[in-house]
């Protein structure tokens, strides 16, 4: 059953030689293991969603006249927020699932109200100041959705190889110091 999950990033949910060796405290309930393959996919597309909006306010935030209101990345965003929202608010959630589903109902909400300031802009421009906290509460609760079960990650830039060379920029070299 697990291996048709992908990959986890918890070493204590791989799937067992025989599930016969296994004694009741360290059986993997099944009903978790049916949420958490229900909700990859919504977890996805908020991410997406929310990166997708998080690029329009750069662009904003830039001077650029692409950011509008009514902008197609918007508008692809809101659709995947709509079902990732949908599938999130009814889907089964077993009690070991619970945190995880709280976590993911918030970003779920704050990802809303981002795209509700965005489609209610005035003059079609993107109000960067109302709606980035609003993404920040978003990215926050995604994030701490990924402790709550195995199987959802978010990439971090900032541990990526990009990320070491702000510091390698800022620092300057011994030659440069004279």
């Known amino acids: ?3 048709h999950l992908g990959r986890f990033s918890c070493e204590s949910v791989a799937e067992p030689a025989s599930n016969a060796s296994l004694n009741s405290e360290t059986r993997v309930d099944e009903r978790v293991i049916i949420y958490v393959q229900a909700m990859r996919k919504p977890f ?3 991410c997406r969603a929310a990166a997708q909006v998080a690029g329009l306010l750069v662009l904003a935030a830039a001077g650029s006249r692409a950011s509008s209101a009514d902008h197609p990345m918007l508008t692809a965003a809101a659709e995947a927020y709509g079902w990732a929202n949908e599938t999130v608010r009814v889907a089964s959630v077993p009690p070991a699932g619970q945190h995880h ?5 918030r ?6 109200a981002a795209l509700h300031q965005c489609r209610s802009a005035p003059h079609a421009i993107l109000d960067v100041d109302g709606t980035l906290p609003l993404l920040r509460r978003c990215w926050r609760e995604l994030r701490l959705a990924t402790v709550g079960l195995p199987g959802f990650e978010i990439v971090a830039v900032e541990q990526a190889c990009c990320g070491d060379h702000r510091m390698r920029i800022e620092v300057p070299l011994a030659g440069d110091w004279a």
Not at 107 to 112: E, F, M, P, Q, T
Request: aromatic share 6%; charged share 20%; proline share 0%.
């Open 101 to 105: 589903h709280l976590h993911l109902s």
């Open 107 to 112: 970003a779920a909400s704050w990802l809303g």
């Open 1 to 3: 059953m697990l291996r």
């Open 44 to 46: 996805d597309e908020l």
